[in-house]
């Protein structure tokens, strides 16, 4: 069956540093999506990405975040200066018909 | 913008009951519906989707029942069993985007 993979799936940072979130998407979909979750909360919406480029973002999603294909597999999100605040499951997910979601990385900042 | 919410945060049932989870949304031009169930420490996984143009779907032993009129669906989960603990979110999306916005979550707790 056809997955969403994440790396790393925990990831431990101090406040200020630049963190990389990885993620391989399934193979054929065009549609990719970075959500997080904060502890214990809904699943928020933070940035779609369709053609090599960015579809749609929500507010959470500011100058601090950046993502990238940068190859024909990998889709990053990076976030440039990590705030207490970001600490969060952040799940990569890819759409067909429906968006099947990778199993996410914890970050913590600290 | 879209605002999915959930009638219930926890729900307990006992093994071999029927479980109802109920979820409300509030565009009226959502298309597109999604439950997904997620267990601690993993990603929501999809468990059964709806379209506008349909009242009721059914797969196994999971139901899903839309009511446009007053923008309410629920998920029926037959026979509930321990494996089926976990929090189930409703999604929704409307005909202008690929993105499901997603609801609060409903917690289910099966018991033995």
């Known amino acids: 069956e056809p997955e969403v993979t994440q790396t790393p799936s925990h990831q431990v940072t101090q406040m200020g540093q630049e963190v990389i979130l990885r993620c391989v998407p399934i193979?054929?979909?065009?549609?990719f999506y970075w959500y997080r979750q904060i502890l214990g909360q809904k699943v928020e919406f933070l940035v779609s990405?369709?053609?090599?480029?960015?579809?749609?973002k929500s507010e959470i999603f500011d100058d601090q975040f950046s993502v990238e294909r940068p190859d024909g597999s990998n889709f990053t999100l990076k976030i440039r200066s990590t705030k207490l605040e970001d600490s969060a499951m952040y799940f990569c997910?890819?759409?067909?018909?429906?968006?099947?979601f990778g199993q996410g990385t914890r970050l913590t900042v600290v | 913008g879209e605002s999915v919410g959930l009638h219930l945060p926890t729900l307990s049932v006992q093994e071999g009951d029927n479980s109802i989870i109920n979820c409300a949304y509030s565009?009226?031009?959502?298309?597109?519906f999604i439950w997904y169930k997620q267990e601690s420490g993993k990603g929501p996984q999809f468990i059964i989707d709806?379209?506008?143009?349909?009242d009721k779907r059914q797969g196994q032993r999971v139901t899903v029942l839309l009511n446009k009129t007053v923008k309410h669906l629920s998920l029926q989960i037959a026979a509930t069993q321990p494996g089926d603990s976990a929090v189930y979110f409703c999604?929704?999306?409307?005909?202008?985007?690929?993105?499901?916005?997603f609801g609060r979550g409903t917690s289910l707790i099966v018991h033995p």
């Open positions: 999604a929704v999306r409307d005909g202008g985007s690929y993105i499901p916005t």
């Open positions: 565009n009226s031009a959502s298309d597109y």
């Open positions: 997910a890819s759409s067909g018909e429906w968006a099947f």
């Open positions: 990405f369709y053609n090599n480029e960015i579809s749609e």
């Open positions: 709806i379209r506008s143009n349909m």
């Open positions: 193979s054929n979909h065009l549609y």
